[in-house]
């Protein structure tokens, strides 16, 4: 069984920072990627930063300056460091693994339950 568990998030004035997290729990054998998401009320979920091999980023436009994902492969971790929040990043923050489980299996898609980041005006 896999489990993600993200932690961190809370309520913030505009401006202020956060800092998610993400831990990997299970039997897996690699983690190709891991990534966050967001989803917005009545929204499709989108994007907001994935990283590859604990140094390969990629960031929405969006949150381009602003965010920062980091990724701690000896622990299957993965962080992400939101500064400058702004209220439009009000949301539900998801954690994302692509993970493989066994040598002889292909990566699959498991996220975390979510987390509710909520930036005041």
């Known amino acids: 069984q896999v489990q993600l568990a993200e932690s961190g998030g809370g309520l913030v004035q505009a401006g202020g920072s956060l800092r998610l997290s993400c831990a990997v729990s299970?039997?897996?054998?690699?983690?190709?990627?891991m990534g966050w998401y967001r989803q917005f009320p009545g929204k499709q979920r989108e994007l907001v930063a994935t990283?590859?091999?604990?140094?390969?980023?990629n960031y929405a436009d969006s949150v381009k300056g602003r965010f920062t994902i980091t990724r701690d492969n000896g622990k299957n971790t993965v962080y992400l460091q939101m500064n400058r929040l702004k209220p439009e990043d009000t949301a539900v923050y998801y954690c994302?693994?692509?993970?493989?489980?066994?040598?002889?299996?292909?990566?699959?898609?498991?996220w975390g339950p979510g987390t509710q980041v909520t930036v005041s005006s």
């Open positions: 299970g039997s897996i054998f690699r983690i190709n990627a």
């Open positions: 994302n693994g692509k993970i493989v489980r066994d040598w002889n299996s292909g990566a699959y898609d498991y």
């Open positions: 990283i590859i091999s604990g140094s390969i980023a």
